[in-house]
């Protein structure tokens, strides 16, 4: 076997489990926990962390597009699974094919996949207030006509409503003005559908935060993406733990002295003798241009500075003081740094931190 290259991130199922048991324990056994698995499980690995929910008891997944869902279904993952994007026409058929859930995202888009003469199971998307995807109905003057454009697709002989949902735009915000907002006009459709009887199954609204924050939005079902992975946006009490460390090795060392400069641009100066090493991840990896001279690495419990423009496959960090050597590996994110650093170094959130870790790096989960 190749010995691992460059850099790797371990990534804990039993904290996954952990994690996903927490929002479990919250809601309670009247509500369902669909674990948010787009965008390979938040760069976690979809796969992986799929089976290991679905083997913790996980009965819904949700997914951005079909592709995502049909490597889920090959990869042996009975679970439902909910695309929550748009399915072009031409590809409906494996929606059946696959027993996937499509999102219908307005009575027009229903239609169309009507006349397709597929019979697929759907969830209807309400758009309140998210301006991205669904039935607009953004104040409470337009429920009623969003009601009559869910009854309508009720109406359409292959499309089999199994679900309602919404999506906030605001949930992480302290004025949850607007969160709440949303929910009044989304219940209001729920609660109206079920008193004039007309089935919509599962209604679902909340992410991570609205779950963490607002135990009234739970419903059926709650979808977690972000504290699954153990990186929740809100104060909270319950305990979530980072799933995924990042380390990469030790390439090079150099002993640099004043007024030497580093890498590209030269945008760092050595202003005394200095022990430069080049650690192997650089942007291509998802160790972004934006970290440069604002970052640090963990190495034997030293802190080393970024130093000097992230490369593509390389950057390079002050280890003056310490003994490493090539072939030693420093930790990018994981005990003794967490994701949270580095993102808000970029002025960013962990999502895109860990949505943009690169196919390069190894994944082992342990
Ligand atoms: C439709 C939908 N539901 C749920 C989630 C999960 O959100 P979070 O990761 O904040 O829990 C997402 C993620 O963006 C989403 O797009």
Redesign the pocket.
């Known amino acids: 076997m190749i010995k691992l290259e460059r850099a790797y991130a371990t990534i804990s199922k039993d904290t996954l489990i952990h994690n996903y048991q927490a929002f479990e324990t919250l809601v309670g056994q009247d509500t369902l926990v669909m674990s ?1 698995v787009k965008a390979d499980a938040y760069g976690h690995g979809s796969i992986e962390v799929s089976k290991a929910l679905e083997q913790a008891g996980c009965t819904y997944f ?1 997914v951005a597009c079909l592709e995502e869902a049909i490597e889920l279904r090959n990869a042996g993952i009975k679970a439902n699974i909910l695309i ?1 994007g748009r399915t072009d026409l031409a590809n409906i058929k494996y929606i059946h094919e696959y027993n996937l859930i499509q999102t219908i995202i307005s009575y027009e888009y229903a239609l169309e996949i009507d006349e397709c003469g597929i019979d697929i199971d759907a969830h209807i998307n309400i758009d309140t207030g998210m301006s991205r995807l669904g039935i607009y109905t953004h104040e409470e003057s337009d429920i009623e006509n969003t009601i009559l454009e869910f009854r309508k697709i009720a109406k359409l002989d292959h499309i089999n409503i199994e679900g309602i949902y919404t ?1 906030f735009a605001d949930a992480d915000n302290v004025d949850d003005t607007f969160t709440k907002k949303q929910f009044k006009i989304f219940n209001t459709i729920v609660q109206t559908l079920k008193k004039d009887h007309v089935c919509h199954g599962i209604c679902h609204c909340a ?3 609205a779950t963490l924050r607002f135990p009234e939005m739970k419903l059926s079902m709650v ?5 699954l992975y153990g990186y929740p ?1 809100v104060k909270t009490n319950i305990e979530l733990l980072p799933v995924m460390s990042l380390y990469a090795e030790v390439e090079d060392i150099h002993h640099l002295k004043p007024n030497d400069s580093v890498s590209y641009v030269r945008r760092y100066y050595v202003t005394e003798n200095k022990t430069i090493a080049t650690i192997a991840i650089g942007y291509a990896d998802g160790y972004l241009r934006g970290s440069t001279n604002n970052d640090y690495f963990i190495y034997n419990g030293h802190k080393l500075e970024e130093v000097g423009t992230i490369c593509m496959d390389a950057c390079m960090v002050d280890a003056t003081g310490t003994n490493i050597k090539i072939g030693d590996y420093v930790e990018v994110f994981g005990e003794n740094k967490t994701v949270s650093v580095i993102a808000k170094h970029l002025n960013t959130i962990e ?1 895109e931190v860990l949505c943009g870790i690169g196919k390069r790096i190894h994944r082992i989960y342990k």
Do not use: A
């Open positions: 948010v949700g929550f999506h992410n991570t935060s979808r977690i993406g972000i504290g946006q999502y």
